[in-house]
């Protein structure tokens, strides 16, 4: 096998002077470099020509001593676009909606959203929203350059209202008693504009509260996550660089809690009645964020060859390997490992994927069904937390290969 791994260079670049994008300080202590990657690895590609020639950059990470956050140097937004290719939805899954449902639910009855005027930034395909507006005959408006018709029911309670843009003050004309945001924050190059923005449009409403979650920092840097490290982030946050963030910014932070077996991060929060709102306890230690990501490129290193040695044995053994997740991590672990001629198919179970082709190294997305002519000795599993589902499914097609998580 003929694999082309991509080790980070070692240098770290002397960056004197660079300033925090999320604080504006100018502490930041540069970790991790990779370069040549897919600047939109979600995005897949409708030919292998296609995806073997999408855009690359470079991720060069830094940490702040500042305010704790941990953002890519060497980001460029004009390099990316969120449009319908976009596809990130994870509800096709039954664990992320067993997880989306148990989170609607728990909202619901924790914020009483009946009959409420409710607002998600970055709703995807609106299939949370909906979910939401239905559970309590609430009022929807989502705010997502990438939405895609047809996906969830937009009659869902009293109704919801789609602008496919992104959320700014040009549309502070929509106000709302309660705002969702999940999974946006960390693609939003400046935070602290985006959430005084928010801050601005909800001022009227004092009991206005917002729900924000993302993925955890400390998962992905305490080696847990690394192929979550990819271009479209622009921050990585910590439950304590998250929390400083909001009460930099004018909201008082009530929650912070951990979900998805430690992959995400969620805070609750209301405006404040000042311009810096209360942290409480919620600012966490930001010594040990930066022991994690000092530690973070040995790891990385280490994690590389290990898998390195796997691919090539399994290899070496004829073995048929395929990857099953065809999100953010199955293309960061693919890229890793360009020309790992072993894996030539990646299943996902969101049918809309199929047939197109994992940006940066071009393997076909098939369905699972699809894994009954091509009967594969081994598995690798992009995401641990779907283990058990993907098990499951496996069963149901008849077909018993080795489960490997990555
Ligand atoms: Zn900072």
Known sequence: MNVELHVPARETPNVAGTVCPACGGVDLEIFFRLADLPTNCIALSKTREAALNVAKGTIELGFCRHCGVVTNVAFDPSKLGYDPSYDNSLHFSPSFQKYADGLAVQLVRQYNLRGKSIIEVGCGNAEFLSLICGLGGNRGIGFDPAFIPGRADLTAGQGITIVRDYYSERHAEYKADFVICRHVLEHVPTPQEFLRTMRGVLADNHHAAIFFEIPDASFVFQNKGIWDVIYEHCFYYSAGAFARLFS?????????????????????????????????DK????????????????????????????????????????????????????????????????????????????????????????????????????????????????????????????
């Open 283 to 406: 600012g966490g230690n930001l010594n040990s964020m930066r022991e994690d990501v000092r530690k973070f490129a040995d790891d990385y290193d280490s994690s590389l060859h290990y898998w390195d040695g796997v691919l090539r044995h399994l290899s070496e053994e004829g073995k048929r390997v395929v990857l099953w997740g065809a999100g953010a991590k199955g293309a960061m672990f693919l890229n890793a490992f360009r020309n790992a001629g072993l894996l030539e198919y990646v299943v996902d179970v969101n049918p809309h994927k199929h047939g197109l082709y994992i940006p940066g190294t071009g393997q076909q997305v098939v369905s699972p069904e699809f894994l009954t002519q091509y009967c594969p000795n081994a598995i690798l599993i992009a995401n641990p937390n779907y283990r058990d589902e993907i098990s499951r499914q496996l069963s149901a097609l008849g077909i018993m290969p080795d489960l490997v998580s990555i």
């Open 248 to 280: 930099t910014c004018g909201f008082d932070v009530q929650n912070v809690s951990s979900t998805f077996n430690g992959q995400y991060l969620c805070l609750e929060g209301r405006v404040s009645s000042n311009e810096t709102g209360t942290l409480g």
